[in-house]
């Protein structure tokens, strides 16, 4: 089974709306982390936000937020007030395990587009 | 914040050549670093974990004697592609772990463009 699924190769969003980007994850560990990144098409991986497993609240950086539905084993990343530099791919990774050495599980990614 | 540093950023060569890929850590030690290869339009595959004063950790079907990695101080890990072939054209990205609690995310390089001619 897949760790880390993003069933969205493709999103559309309008400026300055809000849009929400997928992710289920598939751990029996009781301790992880969930990460979000953004990959503009120049190739760099730029972290966004974390969640983890035992964090009560959902993580909020800025416009960007974490619905976070442990149940559910979701991990949304919500953009608010989308802009157009915010166009780019985004991946959703899993860390599982307290020891944050251990290697990182991602998502097979999300391309958004920010259209004026 | 963390600095990874990747270099070069950008690889053209002939058939055969073997290519050298260092990954620093400009402001923090890094015991682990991770090495992944990324095709078009796709996800990052682990290649392997590389881990100071020991031998890479490597992913299932990656070959240990075409991806060299040597990890020999706490600030650099190098990936070296021996005897390159255009199939091995690809872009190629390292990541560090800072040390200390697990909410920590890895740090990137900004990824090596390998094209092979």
């Known amino acids: 089974a897949q760790k880390i699924t993003q069933t969205q190769p493709g999103m559309f969003v309008q400026e300055k709306e809000a849009v929400t980007l997928d992710c289920t994850y598939d751990?029996?560990?009781?301790?992880?982390?969930l990460f979000w990144y953004k990959q503009p098409s120049s190739g760099e991986m730029i972290f966004l936000i974390y969640?983890?497993?035992?964090?009560?609240q959902n993580a909020t950086e800025g416009r960007y937020s974490l619905n976070f539905q442990k149940a559910r084993k979701s991990a949304n990343l919500v953009i608010s007030a989308s802009q157009l530099g915010d166009s780019a791919m985004y991946f959703c990774?899993?860390?599982?395990?307290?020891?944050?050495?251990?290697?990182?599980?991602f998502g097979s990614g999300t391309k958004l587009n920010v259209k004026p | 914040g963390a600095v990874v540093s990747q270099h070069p950023s950008r690889v053209i060569c002939k058939s055969g050549t073997s290519v050298k890929i260092e990954c620093r850590s400009l402001?923090?030690?890094?015991?682990?670093m991770f090495w992944y290869r990324q095709f078009p339009k796709q996800s990052l595959m682990l290649m392997a974990t590389s881990n100071e004063g020991s031998k890479a950790t490597y992913e299932q079907g990656v070959e240990k004697d075409k991806f060299l990695i040597n990890h020999a101080s706490l600030t650099l890990s190098t990936l070296t592609v021996t005897s390159a072939h255009p199939e091995d054209s690809s872009f190629y990205i390292c990541?560090?772990?800072?040390?200390?609690?697990?909410?920590?995310?890895?740090?990137f390089g900004d990824g090596t463009r390998l094209s092979i001619l």
């Open positions: 990541s560090a772990n800072v040390r200390g609690n697990s909410n920590q995310p890895q740090h």
């Open positions: 990774a899993m860390r599982e395990g307290p020891d944050n050495f251990n290697k990182f599980y």
């Open positions: 969640q983890g497993s035992y964090d009560q």
């Open positions: 402001d923090f030690q890094a015991t682990t």
């Open positions: 751990t029996s560990d009781p301790s992880y982390g």
